[in-house]
T-cell receptor, first 108, second 116 residues
Framework: GIQVEQSPPDLILQEGANSTLRCNFSDSVNNLQWFHQNPWGQLINLFYIPSGTKQNGRLSATTVATERYSLLYISSSQTTDSGVYFCACVGGTYKYIFGTGTRLKVLA | GAGVSQSPRYKVAKRGQDVALRCDPISGHVSLFWYQQALGQGPEFLTYFQNEAQLDKSGLPSDRFFAERPEGSVSTLKIQRTQQEDSAVYLC??????????????FGPGTRLTVL
């Protein structure tokens, strides 16, 4: 099955800093989503992005399907951005495979 | 509109007890998924329903785990004779289904199960 790797595993930022999170996947994907898991455990949808580039406020994402990676950009980070960021991919029809996540802590 | 809801949010069970976890998907969503998330890990797929049909149960860890969605809306994940290794957060997700953008999954808040 498809393998999903995320980097870095942990990231500590000062408030206001920018960051880039990476997701590599081992095979072609039909679906790809980025999620933010907040400290209460809720998975929040950030982007549905099997290819191309999207932006939503301070967040943007790019997936280069032919090179099998996706990037999540966080600009002007805030303490509320803290949590775990997951990339999840579907190689077949519906079964999402999650990466191990990037644990982000933003310091005030 | 309302998102995916799950109940209970927390469940403590003694080893050997049976538990039932409920998921209410987003209204009109055809596809429903259950995932298990161990501490410090990403969610792992358990099972998938399309309407009332369970199309994939390949991720269920043992025959003590059973899921149903009899009327194609609410789903229940049942764990019989719970064991300590069943302790985890159980997440439910739903999607419209139908391919492409309609396969975007939306997650509930999860049920944290602790088996003593």
């Amino acid at each position: 099955g498809i393998q999903v790797e995320q980097s870095p595993p942990d990231l500590i930022l000062q408030e206001g800093a920018n960051s880039t999170l990476r997701c590599n996947f081992s095979d072609s994907v039909n679906n790809l989503q980025w999620f933010h898991q907040n400290p209460w455990g809720q998975l929040i949808n950030l982007f549905y992005i099997p290819s191309g580039t999207k932006q939503n406020g301070r967040l943007s994402a790019t997936t280069v399907a032919t090179e099998r990676y996706s990037l999540l950009y966080i600009s002007s980070s805030q303490t509320t951005d803290s949590g775990v960021y997951f990339c999840a991919c579907v190689g077949g029809t519906y079964k999402y495979i999650f990466g191990t996540g990037t644990r982000l802590k933003v310091l005030a | 509109g309302a998102g995916v809801s799950q109940s209970p949010r927390y469940k403590v069970a003694k080893r050997g007890q049976d538990v039932a976890l409920r998921c209410d998907p987003i209204s009109g969503h055809v596809s429903l998924f259950w995932y298990q998330q161990a501490l410090g890990q990403g969610p792992e797929f358990l099972t998938y329903f399309q309407n009332e049909a369970q199309l994939d149960k390949s991720g269920l860890p043992s025959d003590r785990f059973f899921a149903e969605r009899p009327e194609g809306s609410v789903s229940t994940l049942k764990i019989q004779r719970t064991q300590q290794e069943d302790s985890a957060v159980y997440l439910c997700a739903s999607s419209l289904g139908g391919g492409g953008r309609y396969n975007e999954q939306f997650f509930g808040p999860g049920t944290r199960l602790t088996v003593l």
